[in-house]
């Protein structure tokens, strides 16, 4: 059977069979042991095709029942092949296409139903099928068939008891992993381990049949590119009229109207995808060369804006009237003239342009490979980044689990703003492939997509990559926290704002370098049962006590139960829930009867102060933008030219925090009380400890620690904290003040 004659089950037949699945006491898995080697059905083979007689015998086995026969015709047929990647047309879309006539389809309907009776009835009957097809519509045929088509026509489907089994399993109750477990049990037939990746497509082609007709949105499931000049297709509503760039038809809908390719914007309609549309643009030179010109990309219609040759406005509503570049963004009528030339518009600086990355050819033992790889050659694909001249080439690297399904999104749109070999996602590998691809480039910046975690991460990996230059590095913060990136001037977190507008923003930001310490967590001899330390290197804070306690119960609560935190106001009634109720417990009082501090060489007295908490600072942001240090006074501040530990209360008041100062701020907590008073602004910070260049800490009780954010329970140990290194960050546009600020700064001034 070819693809075009594919058969599938109406909703209500869907229905119907989940109904008789819900009802089976049996389970799929049992039921597929009866015909295996040891089972009382072992003369049928799972691994070869079957006939509709066995397909039968296993769905009564399986039901219990027998089904009714449209039913089990339909459903057989619906396994005779692959189904195609792209949602088949249904009979009326593909009518209001006006590609088949009237008779053509009358042909392929009797085509099909003659292959539905030849391959359904039973073996002890004769296939005179052929010979039941209405006498009006073979009049109809004759002239127009094909003579060869009878002879293909007449093929038995083919239909494998795996697939069967995949389908049936995906129907039934269970646990997700379960279900993995059993198809990847299921389709290993060589049992090594592995799943090539015809195998996974058959997978794959089952959750597409469940998840349409459980109208499910299945576009994630497709496969997407394979390679350069292939689309990637998402599903999309449209705020604005919007037309098929294949047939010119305005995309209808009320929710999802149509396919729109992340990479070029390419919107076509579901049943016009499988057509003979063209290719999506290309990421790459194929000359091994540098030196190729740069022409336009064009997409043509679904823009309003205005043409940026007679600067009139395009007026979408109108069908297809105008083209944009899928690089530079210039967009223009499609009876203006058109420059041929493209230079990379307003994100030249950032772009790489598919000119400037050229392929080159190496040994597989060479090194490492920043491309495609041959899975049988032994020469691998990389790339050679040539960037136009006075331009600084950007590296985004896209957490997508950061925020909620923020990173997707945002992973989805730069690779549409710029090209998409620049765009990595860290779920494939990490930042490292990214950096290795940026490797040989000059003047290249790094732009990190996500929370404080992924920032570090991303740190970590271009401390390990030996960058002659450390690239510059700038943050786009993704959920909730973000004290680095507020630090920053980056904000607490992305708000749908423009790309584009934070792209140049990137372009314009000066550099300012970050310290990031060292933490060396040694333990006793007799060490007891602890957790593992999340970090050994220190960007923000390291703290010991109350608010690493609350921190440590809000780790382990969401580990149990993740559904209770799914939104920022739960997250904060667990914080204020576990804040309370710390304030009673007190269970890091008498601090400084378990803990020993030193700074610099120098200790320091806790005897007298009754503090439940201390904090290590190296920004001026902690609990997602309280600032534990306070505001020193500019006309009080001094700025200190050696690195001599301070500690004296009196000199703690005129001291400054800066995060390129290579030095350390240690402040005191009361409790949660005073926490919650700080977070609040009812108390302007905790108390000053003292300023120094390196810390030493020494526990004699288990206690609860945190590093950035990742709390642990330590048992006795030693803690020591000294530079490491630092690194440039890019500092983002200056922030708005408000009204009342100025008013404040005014009255200040007076």
Same mark, same amino acid.
């Given at each position: 059977? #070819? ?24 389970? %799929?898995?049992?039921?597929?042991? @009866?015909?295996?080697?040891?089972? *009382? ?19 009564? /086995? ?42 053509? #389809? ?97 997978? &794959? ?9 459980? @109208? ?45 390719? %992340? ?10 995808? *499988? ?37 009139? =406005? ?16 210039? /967009?223009?009528?499609?009876?203006? @003239?058109? =420059? ?55 590296? &985004? ?64 990996? $271009? ?31 992305? @708000?749908?704002?423009?790309? /584009?507008? $934070?792209?140049?923003? $990137?372009?314009? *930001? ?16 007799? &060490? ?20 690493? =306690? ?16 799914? #939104? ?26 378990? %803990? ?96 120094? =260049? ?26 020591? %904290? ?18 009342? *600020? ?9």
């Amino acid at each position: 059977m #070819s693809e075009e004659c594919w058969v599938s089950l109406t909703p209500e037949e869907f229905d119907q069979l989940q109904k008789y699945s819900e009802y089976s006491s049996k389970k %799929i898995k049992d039921v597929l042991a @009866e015909f295996n080697e040891s089972g *009382s059905h072992k003369q049928y083979d799972s691994h070869e095709p079957i006939s509709y007689d066995v397909f039968k015998l296993f769905m009564r /086995t399986y039901l219990e029942v027998d089904l009714p026969q449209p039913l089990s015709t339909n459903l057989f047929l619906a396994f005779s092949q692959k189904p195609r990647q792209e949602t088949p047309d249904h009979p009326k879309e593909g009518a209001s296409n006006g590609e088949a006539s009237a008779p053509e #389809s009358n042909i392929q309907n009797i085509d099909n139903a003659a292959k539905a009776d030849e391959a359904c009835a039973p073996d002890t009957e004769s296939k005179t099928t052929e010979k039941q097809v209405p006498a009006e519509g073979q009049v109809a045929a004759i002239p127009l068939e094909n003579p060869v088509a009878p002879s293909s026509g007449s093929e038995s489907p083919t239909v494998y008891l795996k697939d069967v089994v995949c389908y049936l399993a995906l129907l039934e109750t269970g646990r997700p992993q379960d279900k993995l477990e059993f198809m990847f049990r299921l389709y290993d037939s060589d049992e090594n381990g592995l799943l090539d990746q015809a195998e996974m497509d058959r997978i &794959v082609n089952q959750m597409l049949h469940i998840a349409q007709y459980l @109208e499910w949105d299945p576009t994630e499931l497709r496969p997407g590119p394979t390679g350069d000049g292939r689309h990637a297709w998402t599903m999309k509503h449209f705020k604005k009229p919007t037309y098929c760039n294949f047939c010119h038809v305005m995309l209808m809908g009320v929710r999802k109207q149509g396919l729109c390719c %992340i990479y070029c914007k390419y919107t076509v309609h579901e049943r016009c995808v *499988s057509k003979n549309i063209p290719g999506c643009v290309k990421t790459y030179s194929k000359t091994k060369r540098g030196g190729e010109v740069m022409q336009h990309a064009w997409v043509e219609g679904n823009t309003s804006v205005k043409c940026d040759r007679c600067h009139k =406005s395009i007026k979408c509503y109108q069908s297809v009237t105008a083209r944009h570049c899928v690089w530079c963004r210039m /967009t223009f009528h499609r009876k203006c @003239e058109l =420059s041929m030339l493209c230079d990379g518009g307003e994100l030249k600086d950032h772009i790489l342009l598919p000119t400037s990355i050229c392929p080159v050819t190496r040994d597989r033992q060479g090194g490492k490979s920043d491309g495609s790889v041959s899975a049988k050659g032994e020469l691998v694909m990389q790339y050679k980044i040539i960037p136009t001249p006075g331009t600084h080439p950007l590296l &985004v690297l896209v957490n997508p689990k950061s925020g909620g399904r923020q990173g997707e999104r945002i992973l989805r749109k730069f690779h549409y703003l710029l090209n998409p070999k620049q765009v990595f996602n860290l779920d494939n590998g990490g930042p490292t492939p990214g950096l290795n691809f940026f490797r040989d480039t000059p003047d290249f910046r790094v732009l990190a997509c996500g929370g404080d975690g992924t920032v570090g991460w991303i740190l970590d990996c $271009i401390d390990k990559a030996n960058f002659a230059k450390h690239p510059p590095v700038a943050v786009l913060p993704l959920g909730t926290g973000n004290d680095l990136a507020r630090c920053l001037h980056w904000g607490g977190g992305y @708000e749908g704002g423009s790309l /584009t507008k $934070i792209l140049k923003d $990137i372009e314009q *930001s000066p550099l300012v370098m970050l310290d990031r310490w060292h933490l060396e967590v040694i333990p006793r001899e007799e &060490v007891e049962n602890g957790d593992q330390v999340p970090y050994s290197i220190m960007n923000n804070y390291f703290s010991i006590g109350v608010d690493a =306690s609350i921190a440590h119960r809000f780790h382990v609560m969401r580990e149990k139960h993740p559904e209770k935190f799914n #939104s920022r106001m739960k997250n904060k009634l667990w914080y204020f829930e576990f804040g309370t109720s710390e304030t009673f417990a007190a269970t890091c009082k008498k601090l400084h009867d378990h %803990i020993e501090l030193e700074c610099d060489g120098v200790g320091v007295d806790l005897s007298n102060i009754f503090l439940e908490g201390i904090a290590i600072l190296n920004i001026p942001s902690m609990y997602g933008g309280t600032n534990l240090w306070g505001e020193t006074k500019k006309n009080r501040a001094v700025i200190r030219e050696s690195r001599k530990v301070v500690t004296d209360p009196k000199e703690l008041k005129f001291c400054i925090q800066d995060l390129s100062d290579q030095l350390l701020e240690v402040v005191g907590l009361e409790g949660a009380m005073e926490m919650g008073q700080i977070y609040t602004g009812l108390k302007s910070a905790g108390r000053r400890l003292a300023q120094c =260049s390196s810390v030493t800490i020494r526990t004699n009780k288990l206690l609860p620690m945190q590093v950035d954010g990742e709390p642990w329970m330590q048992p006795p140990c030693t803690i020591k %904290i000294v530079h490491k290194n630092q690194v440039p960050m890019m500092m983002g546009p200056p922030q708005k003040s408000s009204f009342f *600020s100025l008013r404040r700064k005014s009255r200040s001034k007076d």
